[in-house]
């Protein structure tokens, strides 16, 4: 039998979720104006079954805009004693970690809707290609002082090696 250990998960801020929701929309607006097309033709015959499509889109997107507060919900990460982790997914969870002796960089972006909204997003490269960590929707203090905590970590970490 295995204990489970208490984590101390950090949340993204919640003013990401503006972000995720433009996302979103983003995403399914070409589908949706697809779905319109057959709107446009003068034909009885098709004019009948035209409503299916933009029906089954309109609630496809539905579903997804109803969901991202929850997506945004179940992003996190962790500080631990040797590495940094980061959980995120509803349906699928996944969860990161990324070994501070192994952090080649550590990146901050800000797109314009972020830098609106005062967010970042802090980008955590390694040495293997597929453990990169990714952590949205920090506020811009927040991601510089992580950065700032991480490099310092990682430079410790590397000097005993």
Do not use: N
């Not at 208490?6 to 983003?26: N, Y």
């Not at 929707?137 to 590397?158: K, M, N, Q």
């Amino acid at each position: 039998m295995s204990t489970a250990l208490s984590i101390d998960w950090k949340p993204v801020s919640h003013r990401f979720v503006l972000v995720a929701f433009v996302e979103t929309l983003g995403i399914l607006a070409g589908p949706l104006f697809v779905t319109t097309l057959p709107l446009w033709v003068d034909d009885p015959d098709i004019e009948r079954f035209s409503w299916y499509p933009l029906a089954l889109a309109s609630v496809v997107t539905l579903i997804a805009l109803a969901v991202v507060p929850r997506r945004v919900r179940a992003i996190g990460y962790c500080l631990r004693d040797d590495d940094i982790v980061v959980q995120r997914g509803i349906l699928f969870r996944r969860q990161v970690a990324a070994p501070y002796g192994r952090l080649q960089l550590v990146d901050i972006s800000r797109g314009p809707l972020m830098r609106f909204l005062g967010l970042s997003e802090l980008r955590v490269v390694t040495a293997a290609a597929s453990s990169g960590v990714t952590i949205p929707g920090l506020s811009l203090t927040e991601a510089d002082t992580l950065r700032d905590h991480l490099i310092a970590v990682a430079e410790s970490r590397r000097a005993g090696l």
